[in-house]
């Protein structure tokens, strides 16, 4: 047995949790600064969608961290999961997990989360765009590998930024990707501090690169064309401007945040209403729980320093690792950039991104 289910405390976990252990079997480096780490495959398999994440919860000097790592492999394609991360400077855990894991290592982690995902059908005709940089291709990867392998009709472009030659994560295996897939995967490196030796694209990516990458795979297919971006905020930004102002559909545009910055997340506090005090009820694997939420504090916070065992990761309304389903009462969430539109139709919201408004406020955590 490789791995263990535990319940509701990371530590301690049963089969309905949100949580298991996975054990480290191999370690790639991948460039200087990003290492893959494969997991034995546990049983029953690892459940995962391309494209999701893992977070990762590990003990650095005593305390417990969080991160969210999204899975590179593919279901359909590699025997054993991987995460791939790239070591960010001063970053804690980033750095943690590039130096201190071994094979052999066993790691708590939440159970695969997250829509940066695709749905594949054989009869597909689609071209898809990718437009990452650095560690966004790691989600990228997953759903690359799947798309080729699924969809024998459908062809995938990529459009990833990197600093330099070596520092392009899976350089040589998307080249004999390309190889093993002719015709069916583009790649198109950009470098923003390449050597002199670089014959390729240079600069960050910017609009213009977007619209003449995105007009190329209009032009070949245009109501099959998805895109899926991951990469700095402001890339994202810039490239869903492009593609929305050349008729794109919003639900064609899907994309993954990696990070917000804290002081965007102050700004989105300090535009909301006046905070008010207010019991909330959740629901977590059948237990009920009723606690008191200060003004200024989050659900998930509040419940948190009433050491109910929540589930989270980034705190920052982009991974929904706190996901919950609002059954009644109302609640104003301040980031639910990781939530569907359908999800959001549902009435699931961020419990660490909302706070209560109104009503007798329950809510659902599954
Ligand atoms: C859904 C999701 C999937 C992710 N997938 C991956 C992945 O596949 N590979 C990967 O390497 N990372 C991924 N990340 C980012 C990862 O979760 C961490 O944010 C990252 O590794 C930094 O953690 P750290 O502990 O090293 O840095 P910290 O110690 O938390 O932070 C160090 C400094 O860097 C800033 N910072 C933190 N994170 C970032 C960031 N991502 N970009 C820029 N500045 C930052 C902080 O504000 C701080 O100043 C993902 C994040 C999310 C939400
Ligand atoms: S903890 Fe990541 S979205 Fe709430």
């Known amino acids: 047995m490789l791995f263990n289910l535990f319940s509701k405390n990371p530590k301690n976990n049963t089969d309905s949790s949100p949580y298991l252990t996975l054990k480290v079997r191999e370690i790639i480096k991948e460039t200087p600064d990003a290492t893959t780490i494969y ?15 893992l977070t990762v919860i590990v003990d650095i000097n005593g305390k417990e961290e969080r991160r969210s790592y999204s899975l590179s492999t593919s279901p359909f394609v590699d025997p054993f999961p991987g995460i791939t991360v790239k070591r960010l400077a001063g970053g804690l855990v980033s ?71 070596e520092q392009i994560i899976f350089r040589d295996r998307l080249t004999a990707l390309s190889h093993q897939f002719p015709g069916r995967l583009e790649i198109i490196h950009q470098l923003s501090r390449p050597a002199d030796s670089w014959t390729g694209r240079k600069g960050r990516i910017a609009g213009e690169t977007v619209r003449t990458f995105a007009e190329s795979l209009l032009r070949d297919r245009p109501s099959d064309a998805r ?31 990696f990070y917000k910055e804290p002081e965007v997340i102050e700004e989105l506090h300090a535009q909301e209403a006046a905070p008010i ?24 916070e509040a419940g948190l320093d009433e050491n109910i065992d929540m589930p989270y990761s980034c705190q920052s309304g982009l991974c929904t690792a706190c996901r919950g389903r609002l059954l009644s009462g109302e609640v104003s969430m301040t980031e639910d950039a990781g939530l569907s539109e359908n999800e959001i139709a549902q009435g699931y919201i961020l419990c660490c991104s909302s706070k209560p408004k109104a009503g007798d406020i329950k809510i659902n955590i599954e």
């Open 227 to 257: 895109f899926f971006l991951c990469g700095p905020n402001e890339l994202m930004e810039t490239a869903t401007n492009v593609l929305l102002a050349l008729g794109v559909d919003k639900e064609s545009i899907v994309s993954e945040n």
């Open 39 to 53: 997991f034995e495959q546990p049983e029953p398999h690892l459940d995962y969608k391309p494209g999701q994440f």
């Open 95 to 165: 750095n943690y997990l590039n130096d201190q894991i071994r094979p052999g290592k066993k790691i708590t982690v939440m159970k695969p989360l997250g829509n940066f995902t695709c749905d594949y059908h054989s009869k597909h005709q689609r071209t898809y765009g990718m437009i990452v940089a650095g560690s966004g291709i790691t989600p990228v990867m997953g759903l690359a590998k799947s798309i080729l392998v699924n969809e024998p009709e459908s062809k995938v472009s990529l459009l990833y930024g990197s600093r330099s030659e």
């Open 277 to 300: 005090h207010k019991q909330v009820t959740i629901v977590l694997e059948g237990e009920t729980h009723t606690y008191e939420v200060a003004p200024g504090k989050t659900i998930l």
